[in-house]
Each structure stands twice: as structure tokens, then as C-alpha cells.
């Protein structure tokens, strides 16, 4: 049997991911999580979570005399319900408030553990204790960050360090079975609180950067579901009587009162570090590499007697943007020392890389062994290693003696069964979805698409990757582009990656995720690309859900996963004024250019996608700076933050028609400090050099399957060149230009590394919605428009230089001739002051 949605939760497209909300605006960060989760989550059986999930009951111990047990001492009443919780939540007159009216759960948890420990009594010291408390009383605290909400209830670990017996005030750190919970079963009650576990989900695993994945649950008057969260998964149980079903509810207590630490998500390879009895804001971390280099077998057992060991402890978090939200890489950066044996810290500071990669992709420290290996001279060689970070030590982490995998080791080898999904926001007064047999066939919904593809589509939104966890040490402790307050600096940087990725490109690889955050500058001014994790070989042909990139800089194409600058309309004649078209060996004998969307290739990421994400990167930190200029009186800081929020703030279609259409960028410069004009003229001529060359290799379809790593190698040497000319003209003639941050005009914390901070992938053509009919604008840019051709790009680009040459002398002259009217305005005021001043005298004296 497979259960769908309801017709409204199956759009994938309204699962748009969002930046995490950072602050202490709870309401706001529930329905962030909620939509970063998506729309729906696979709805598992009991006892497959009870299997594959939960920890393992202790050994020997019968659960069925458990139970047993505590109907002897009836703690079970013979009416079949808790003795404790005698009637359903939704009949309890004593209170209002939710958790009190379960309060009784902490007494049936109490009871359990007895039961346990009079069948079994060589049980091990219980390592997870449960309350229930209202949340009229104070919220959880965080060791590492302000909190301003609270599970309804949680079970606590009583090995953590901050955990204190009978405190008032609990650790997030400490939490780990969180629970939220409903006297009565209704609409409202049930988003509730499943917005309120994800938070939870999202809180702990984004305050402690030791957990691996998150158990909890929620309960609507008597139904009970048990909820997981891992950096892959969304997992809840279908749900059962806890008042009846003892069996199950006994089963979940002592699964998690028993358990070991990395059974309930800690990893026991990061240990909180101490100084003597005083815990530090530190950890100390265990890498398991293996000296020969990372294992090419990525999913299989790992030979644990190979491996050699090194402990880091941390110095200082450089980022932990990235594991903002649950379901994500969870990456997090710190500057660490190599700790000794003997617990001396070593003098040398390196940088350590915590991060979840998808299971099958190559390892950081493997892709650049790789790319080195297909550099074809030894000059490549050389950039590469000038330019690409050096890697130390790197492995997967292990864990019991597995790879900390989400698949074989978190969910134990086993699949996700995909029977039924539940959504995250119900809209369905009967709070269920509708179930089809697998042998009826589909019929279709509204429009061309079927309840199969429908759902295809939904599965591959909200079934992520396995990943497994990895980490890498750095030599290299670098700062970002964004750090650079210098217009020469800026640009210096930006030369010395292109030329890195052009060499990258020339070995045949791709990098597919350039961003700010992975533009890295060392002690001298030396540029490194870092995060190659999502570097790919063009051949390799294998693909994955999660789309690489980060939003912010992502390619048109590559944000859409379509080719985007294909013809697909009738042309206008071309201009011949213009510019000179490129002669044709095979010319059209009409004025028709179209190519079918049925006709194409699939869409592949090509080397020009890196170079327009470091173009969007410049693009970023112009608009996000201001020129600091001495004695300045020219204010265009309020129409820049616009700008700048229409670009990386808006819809991904505005986005995608300031790069493809050329007046809208034009028009946006405008809006810059009259001394950032330049800077933007080179960026508009770089976005007219990447249009062209696209407009170029997506003519045809027969250019399209030629595209290899090779389309972006003449635009990267444009490029270099460009950059280096516009950082060598500050010199003492023209100073450098001091830039500083600039606000968005909205105030939004938005940073570009968050996953989905700025491009809503899947957004509707039609911002206006559908129907919308009236001709805006932007089309007739498009129509009045035409597409040229060059012999080559290297003439395009000395015709567009030369241009500038000339607008350039012609804005000098027309700045000289205003002076000159001005000196002329002056003298003939003043010459008209003093004749008036001399009449004046003169009639005094008379």
C-alpha cells in the first residue's frame, strides 16, 4: 500500500529552502524548520523504528516480564490502562496546561525502570533520566548560546558534564529525547507540535557540535509517535495508544535509560576539554586517518587495525554556518592544536573541518591528489599546490568500530520503507492521507502530471543522500575574500582564482560550489580555493538529490538545472550597427532559432558555472560594500542595499534576468558610489562575456554535446588579465578604495552560506502569479534585443575595452567643460556682487 498526500502538500516546489533563523524569534524559527524539512516526512512502523533506530534494549532483558511485572504491582490497572494515567489526556479536568496533565509520564517512566531492574537485576546505572515541565518555567539554557524555548518534556543524560541533578535549569547539551505534547487531537495542535520537535531537532544538533542525530517524540492525547533527525534523515513512527500500547511505551523508555552515549547521538570521539577539574569551551577531538590515505572503499567496513589516530583540540570557531540547519552537512570549522600524548598542545595552529559528506562522493583529500594527478605539466602542478589547500591528515570518523554512516550505522543497514508519508502541515480535517493500492493504476491530477511523478518528485525532495562523517586537517589557517577591505586587494584575490580555476578546469575537473565563503587568503595575499567536496570530474556522469552550491553564487543554469540561454524564440534581424556577426559555417536559411527542450542533453555543469559563481561572488561584495572615501558627500548607500536586495535577497527570476539581460545590471550601477562605477563596468563586462560565450555553446544541440572542460578556457584568461589590470590601476594617481561593510536595507540576517539563503529554486516564471497578462517591462527588453556572434572573444573583448576608452575620455571632457562653465558662472557672480556692492557705496556717499 502507498499512501500519498493530499493533493496540496505535492509540490515540491513548495519546499524552498531557508535560512536558519538565528535569533530568539521562536515562531519565526519554527516555520523555518518546517519549511527546510519540506513538505512531508516518511511515516515509518513502530517496530521498524523500535529495529533500526532506537538503542538496543540491554542484554537479557524481557520485555514481556517487564510488563508482566508491573501488572503484578499494578502500576498497570486491570481495566488495561497505567494506573497513573487511568483516563485519556483530552478528559483530565485537573489542568489546563498541557505538560502537567502528562506529568503522570515521569512517574510511568519511574515505574518502568523499577520493573526493569527487579526482572534484571545485574542492569547497568541508568544513563538518561525523564521530566516533564511546563513551559511557564524558565526556558533551557545553552552552553554556547542564549535560548528562549523549551521542550514540553526530555530525557536527560546524566554522564554529560553539565548535567546536575534536581537543577532548575537544564542544558540543550543534556537533552536528548525532547518531547512535545497535546491533551487533545486537532489541526492547530498537531503543526504545533510537530513545528516545536523539529525546532528542538534543529537546536540541539546545531548547539552541540557532538551530536550525530536526535530521538524524540510527541503526543496528542493518547497517540504517541516516536520522531528521528539525523543530518540526512526526517523519520516519524506511525503512531500508538501509549495508555494501552505497554509493550511499545516500556520499549522507548528503557531503550534510552540504558543506552550508551553514541547510542543516543553523542560522539564519543569529541570530548569536552579540560583543564584539571575546570571544563573548558574547547574540545578535544579524535581523527582515525590512515597513513597511505583516505580509504577508496566509501561505503564498505573499515579495517580498524590500519588506522592511526591523532587528537586535536579546538582553538577557536572559524564557521559553523553550515550547520545551521538539521539536514544538511552539518560542516564546522576550527582553528586546533595537535594535542600529545602527554597532553602538550603543539605551537602550530591548523585548521579542522567536521563535516557529513554524501556517502559516495570522493573525500576532499582524494579529489585533490586526483586533480593534481591530471595536471598534465608541471607548471599546473605548481598552481594547484600554490592554490589548493594542504591537507594533513583526513578520515572518516569511527564509531564502534564502524564508519559514522547515517545508513549502516545510524539506521543500521537498513532502508527507509517509503509507504506512507505524513505531512509536515496538515490542512486535512481527518489529519491522514490518501491511500492508493499499489496495483490501482495512477490517474492523473490537475494538469499533465501524474500522482507517480507527483510523487517522484516529492521522494527526491525530501529523500536526501546517506552521508557519512568525515573530517580533514588544514595547514593553511586562511581568512575569506569578504575579510578584504581593499578594492586592489579584492580584485588581486580574485586574478589568482580564476587562474587556480582555470587550471582545475584544464585537468577536467569542475569545482561546483565557489562561494565568498570558499575564496580563502593566506598570510601574503595568496589565494586558496577550499571546499573541494563537491569538486566533480566532467566524465563522471553519476548524480546526486542534493543539488552542490551555495545560493547565493550559484550559476543561473545550475540553480535551475536547465540549460537557460538556449533560443527558443523567433530573432529579429540582427543589428549590423551594432556589432559584427560571427560568419557561420552552416547559416540559417531563415530567422528561426529555436531548440526543442524535448531535443536536449541532460543538463551538465560546465567550467563557465564556476566562473559566473565568482562573478556573482564580485557581484556580492561590491554591493555589500561602500566606498570610504575622505571628506565624501555623495550618499548612495540606501539604492546600493536595494540593489543588492533585489539581486540576493529576491526571487531567483529577478536574479536570473539581471544576468541574462543587460539594462537591468546597466540600470543597477547607477545606484553605486560614482567611484565604484568602474569596478562595476569591468563586472558588466565580465557578465557580457559569459552571455555571449553561453548564448554560443547552447546555439545547437549538436554544440551542446560538445560542451567540455575546455568551454571556459579562453574567458578565464580574459578574466586574469582583466583583474590584473583593474587591481594594478590604484597606484598613488588613483588611490585604492576603502571598503566597508554595508547593511541591507531591510536589516535581514542573512548570511550567503546559509543553504537556500538566497534562491528559491523552483519559483514560478510568473512572480505576479498565473493569469498575469500584461507585457512588463523586462520582456521588451527581451524582444527589442538581439543575439550577435564574434570570430572570437578576444576581439569582443578589445572592442568593449576600447568603448570604454572612449566613454572614459568623453566623461573627462565633459567633466573639464563643466568646470569651465562653472569658473564662468562663479566670475560673473562675483563680477555682478562687486557692481552691485559699488552702487551701494556710492549712494552712501551722496
Given at each position: 500500500?502507498?499512501?500519498?498526500l493530499?493533493?496540496t502538500m505535492?509540490?515540491?516546489a513548495?519546499?524552498?529552502?531557508?535560512?536558519?533563523?538565528?535569533s530568539?524569534?521562536v515562531?519565526?524559527?519554527?516555520?523555518?524548520i518546517?519549511?527546510?524539512?519540506g513538505p512531508a516526512v516518511?511515516?515509518v512502523p513502530v517496530?521498524w523504528f523500535?529495529?533500526?533506530?532506537?538503542?538496543?534494549?540491554?542484554?537479557n532483558l524481557?520485555?514481556?516480564?517487564v510488563v508482566d511485572?508491573?501488572?503484578?504491582?499494578?502500576?498497570?490497572?486491570?481495566?488495561?490502562?497505567?494506573?497513573?494515567?487511568s483516563?485519556?489526556p483530552v478528559?483530565?479536568?485537573r489542568?489546563?496546561?498541557?505538560?502537567?496533565?502528562f506529568?503522570?509520564?515521569?512517574?510511568?517512566?519511574f515505574e518502568?525502570?523499577?520493573?526493569?531492574?527487579?526482572?534484571l537485576?545485574t542492569?547497568?546505572?541508568?544513563?538518561?533520566?525523564?521530566?516533564?515541565?511546563?513551559?511557564?518555567?524558565?526556558?533551557s539554557?545553552?552552553?554556547?548560546?542564549n535560548?528562549?524555548?523549551?521542550?514540553?518534556g526530555?530525557?536527560?543524560y546524566?554522564?554529560?558534564p553539565?548535567y546536575k541533578?534536581?537543577?532548575e535549569?537544564v542544558?540543550?547539551?543534556?537533552?536528548v529525547?525532547?518531547?512535545?505534547?497535546?491533551?487533545?487531537?486537532?489541526?492547530?495542535g498537531v503543526?504545533?507540535?510537530?513545528a516545536k520537535?523539529?525546532?528542538s531537532?534543529?537546536?540541539?544538533m546545531?548547539e552541540?557540535a557532538?551530536?550525530r542525530?536526535?530521538?524524540?517524540?510527541?503526543i496528542e492525547?493518547t497517540d504517541?509517535r516516536?520522531?528521528?533527525g539525523?543530518?540526512?534523515?526526517?523519520?516519524?513512527?506511525d503512531p500508538?495508544?501509549?495508555?494501552?500500547?505497554?509493550?511499545?511505551l516500556?520499549?522507548?523508555f528503557?531503550a534510552l535509560?540504558?543506552?550508551?552515549?553514541?547510542?543516543?547521538?553523542y560522539?564519543p570521539t569529541m570530548?569536552p576539554?579540560?583543564d584539571g577539574k575546570?571544563?573548558?569551551n574547547?574540545w578535544?577531538?579524535?581523527?582515525?586517518y590512515?597513513?597511505?590515505?583516505?580509504?577508496?572503499?566509501?561505503?564498505?567496513?573499515?579495517?580498524?587495525?590500519?588506522?592511526?589516530?591523532?587528537?586535536?583540540r579546538?582553538?577557536?570557531l572559524?564557521?559553523n554556518?553550515?550547520?545551521?540547519?538539521?539536514r544538511s552537512?552539518?560542516?564546522?570549522v576550527w582553528?586546533?592544536?595537535?594535542l600529545?600524548p602527554?597532553g602538550?598542545?603543539?605551537?602550530?595552529?591548523?585548521?579542522l573541518?567536521?563535516?557529513?559528506?554524501?556517502?559516495?562522493?570522493?573525500?576532499?583529500?582524494?579529489i585533490r591528489?586526483?586533480?593534481?594527478?591530471?595536471?598534465?605539466t608541471?607548471?599546473?602542478?605548481?598552481?594547484l599546490?600554490?592554490?589548493?589547500?594542504?591537507p594533513l591528515?583526513s578520515?572518516?570518523?569511527?564509531i564502534?568500530?564502524q564508519?559514522?554512516n547515517?545508513h549502516?550505522?545510524?539506521r543500521r543497514?537498513?532502508k527507509v520503507p517509503?509507504?506512507?508519508?505524513?505531512?509536515?502541515?496538515?490542512e486535512?480535517?481527518?489529519?491522514t492521507?490518501?491511500?492508493?493500492?499499489?496495483?490501482?493504476?495512477f490517474?492523473?491530477?490537475q494538469g499533465?502530471?501524474?500522482?507517480?511523478?507527483?510523487?517522484?518528485?516529492l521522494?527526491?525532495?525530501?529523500?536526501l543522500n546517506?552521508k557519512?562523517h568525515h573530517?580533514?586537517?588544514?595547514a593553511?589557517?586562511a581568512?575569506?575574500?569578504?575579510d578584504?577591505?581593499?578594492a586592489?586587494?579584492?580584485?588581486?584575490i580574485a586574478?589568482?582564482?580564476?587562474?587556480a580555476?582555470n587550471v582545475?578546469h584544464?585537468?577536467?575537473?569542475?569545482h561546483?560550489?565557489?562561494?565568498?565563503?570558499n575564496?580563502?587568503v593566506?598570510p601574503g595575499d595568496i589565494?586558496k580555493?577550499?571546499?573541494?567536496?563537491y569538486?566533480?570530474k566532467?566524465s563522471?556522469?553519476?548524480?546526486?538529490?542534493?543539488?552542490?552550491?551555495?545560493?547565493?553564487f550559484?550559476?543561473?543554469?545550475a540553480?535551475?538545472n536547465?540549460?537557460?540561454?538556449?533560443?527558443r524564440?523567433?530573432?529579429p534581424?540582427?543589428k549590423?550597427d551594432r556589432r559584427?556577426?560571427?560568419p557561420?559555417?552552416?547559416?540559417?536559411t531563415?530567422n528561426?532559432h529555436s531548440?526543442?527542450?524535448?531535443t536536449?542533453?541532460p543538463?551538465r555543469?560546465n567550467?563557465?558555472h564556476?566562473?559566473?559563481?565568482?562573478w556573482?561572488?564580485?557581484?556580492?561584495l561590491?554591493l555589500r560594500?561602500?566606498?570610504?572615501?575622505?571628506?565624501d558627500?555623495?550618499g548612495?548607500?540606501?539604492e546600493?542595499a536595494?540593489?543588492y536586495d533585489?539581486?540576493?535577497?529576491?526571487t531567483?527570476?529577478?536574479?536570473?534576468?539581471a544576468f541574462q539581460?543587460?539594462s537591468?545590471?546597466?540600470q543597477?550601477k547607477?545606484?553605486l558610489?560614482p567611484?565604484?562605477?568602474p569596478i562595476a563596468d569591468?563586472?558588466?563586462?565580465?557578465?557580457?562575456l559569459?552571455?555571449?560565450?553561453?548564448?554560443e555553446?547552447?546555439?545547437?544541440k549538436?554544440t551542446?554535446?560538445k560542451i567540455?572542460h575546455?568551454?571556459?578556457?579562453?574567458?578565464?584568461k580574459l578574466?586574469?588579465k582583466e583583474f590584473?589590470?583593474v587591481a594594478g590601476?590604484f597606484?598613488?594617481v588613483?588611490?585604492?578604495?576603502e571598503l566597508?561593510?554595508?547593511?541591507p536595507?531591510?536589516?535581514?540576517?542573512?548570511?550567503?552560506?546559509q543553504?537556500?539563503?538566497?534562491?528559491?529554486?523552483?519559483?514560478?516564471l510568473?512572480?505576479?502569479?498565473?493569469?498575469s497578462s500584461k507585457?512588463?517591462p523586462?520582456?521588451?527588453?527581451v524582444?527589442?534585443?538581439?543575439?550577435v556572434?564574434y570570430?572570437?572573444?578576444?576581439e569582443?573583448?578589445e572592442?568593449?575595452q576600447?568603448k570604454r576608452?572612449k566613454?572614459?575620455e568623453k566623461?573627462?571632457?565633459?567633466?573639464?567643460?563643466?568646470?569651465?562653465?562653472?569658473?564662468?558662472?562663479?566670475?560673473?557672480?562675483?563680477a555682478?556682487q562687486?557692481?552691485v556692492?559699488g552702487?551701494g557705496?556710492?549712494k552712501e556717499i551722496?
Open positions: 500500500m502507498l499512501t500519498l493530499p493533493p505535492c509540490n515540491p513548495q519546499a524552498v529552502s531557508t535560512p536558519i533563523i538565528c530568539n524569534r515562531a519565526e524559527g519554527h516555520e523555518v518546517v519549511q527546510d524539512v516518511p511515516q517496530q523500535k529495529d533500526y533506530l532506537l538503542p538496543h534494549l540491554p542484554v524481557d520485555l514481556h516480564a511485572h508491573l501488572k503484578q504491582h499494578h502500576a498497570i490497572t486491570g481495566f488495561g490502562t497505567w494506573k497513573k494515567s483516563t485519556a478528559d483530565s479536568a489542568t489546563n496546561d498541557d505538560a502537567d496533565v506529568a503522570s509520564l515521569e512517574t510511568i517512566a518502568i525502570r523499577k520493573a526493569a531492574q527487579a526482572v537485576p542492569l547497568e546505572e541508568q544513563t538518561v533520566v525523564f521530566q516533564y515541565k511546563s513551559n511557564c518555567f524558565s526556558s539554557s545553552s552552553l554556547r548560546r535560548s528562549a524555548s523549551r521542550p514540553d526530555y530525557g536527560l546524566t554522564k554529560h553539565a541533578k534536581n537543577a535549569r542544558f540543550w547539551e543534556c537533552i529525547a525532547p518531547c512535545e505534547i497535546k491533551k487533545t487531537r486537532n489541526i492547530d503543526n504545533d507540535n510537530i520537535i523539529l525546532w531537532f534543529h537546536h540541539i546545531r552541540d557532538s551530536r542525530f536526535v530521538i524524540g517524540y510527541t492525547n504517541m516516536l520522531w528521528f539525523s543530518r540526512t534523515d526526517a523519520l516519524v513512527s500508538f495508544d501509549f495508555t494501552r500500547d505497554h509493550e511499545a516500556a520499549h522507548f528503557l535509560m540504558f543506552a550508551k552515549a553514541h547510542e543516543l547521538g560522539d570530548q576539554a579540560r575546570r571544563w573548558l574547547q578535544d577531538i579524535t581523527l582515525h590512515f597513513p597511505e590515505g583516505d580509504d577508496d572503499d566509501l561505503s564498505g567496513p573499515i579495517d580498524v587495525s590500519k588506522l592511526q589516530t591523532v587528537v586535536l579546538t582553538q577557536k572559524e564557521s554556518i553550515g550547520a545551521e540547519a538539521m552537512r552539518g560542516t564546522r582553528q586546533a592544536r595537535i600529545g602527554n602538550q598542545l603543539s605551537d602550530r595552529i591548523v585548521v573541518k567536521d563535516y557529513w559528506v554524501d556517502h559516495d562522493r570522493l573525500r576532499e583529500a582524494t591528489q586526483r586533480i593534481l594527478d591530471d595536471a598534465k608541471e607548471d599546473q602542478r605548481d598552481v599546490r600554490r592554490h589548493l589547500l594542504t591528515y578520515g572518516d570518523v569511527v564502534a568500530g564508519r559514522d547515517t549502516s550505522l545510524l543497514g537498513a517509503i509507504g506512507t508519508l505524513y505531512p509536515i502541515v496538515h486535512e480535517v481527518a489529519l492521507a490518501t491511500a492508493i493500492p499499489e496495483d490501482e493504476p490517474a492523473p491530477q499533465t502530471d501524474t500522482i507517480a511523478s507527483q510523487t517522484e518528485r521522494l527526491k525532495l525530501i529523500m546517506d557519512s573530517r580533514i586537517v588544514f593553511e589557517v581568512v575569506t575574500i569578504e578584504m577591505q581593499s586592489k586587494r579584492v580584485f588581486n586574478e589568482q582564482t580564476t587562474t580555476l582545475i584544464q585537468c577536467g575537473w569542475v561546483r560550489d565557489i562561494s565568498s565563503g575564496i580563502l593566506v589565494a580555493v577550499g571546499d573541494l567536496e569538486a566533480k566532467m563522471d556522469k553519476t548524480s546526486h538529490s542534493e543539488r552542490s552550491g551555495t545560493a547565493f550559484m550559476s543561473i543554469e540553480g535551475m536547465d540549460y537557460q540561454f538556449v533560443p524564440r523567433t530573432k534581424p540582427v549590423q559584427r556577426p560571427k557561420s559555417s552552416t547559416p540559417n531563415d528561426t531548440v526543442g527542450a524535448d536536449l542533453s543538463f555543469y567550467p563557465l564556476d566562473l559566473e559563481s565568482l556573482w561572488v564580485l557581484v556580492y561590491l560594500r561602500k566606498a570610504v572615501i575622505e571628506g558627500t555623495v548612495r548607500c540606501k546600493q536595494e540593489f533585489q539581486l540576493f535577497t529576491g531567483a527570476i529577478y536574479r536570473q534576468r539581460i543587460e537591468i545590471f546597466q543597477g547607477t545606484k558610489h567611484r565604484l562605477t569591468t563586472l558588466e563586462w565580465a557578465r557580457d559569459l552571455v555571449i560565450q553561453y548564448e555553446i547552447e546555439a545547437r549538436e551542446i554535446v567540455d575546455t568551454v571556459g578556457d579562453e574567458i578565464a578574466l586574469i590584473k589590470t590601476e597606484t598613488n588613483n588611490p585604492d578604495i566597508s561593510r554595508l547593511r536595507v531591510r536589516g535581514k540576517k542573512i548570511t550567503p552560506e543553504p537556500g539563503a538566497a534562491v528559491a529554486i523552483g519559483t514560478s510568473d512572480s505576479r502569479g498565473e493569469g507585457k512588463r523586462f520582456e521588451q527588453d524582444a527589442d534585443s538581439t543575439t556572434h570570430q572570437d572573444l578576444q569582443y573583448a572592442e568593449i576600447s576608452a566613454l572614459e566623461e573627462i571632457q565633459e567633466r573639464q567643460q563643466r568646470e569651465r562653465n562653472n569658473l564662468e558662472v562663479q566670475s560673473e557672480e562675483h555682478s562687486s557692481n556692492k552702487k557705496k556710492g551722496l
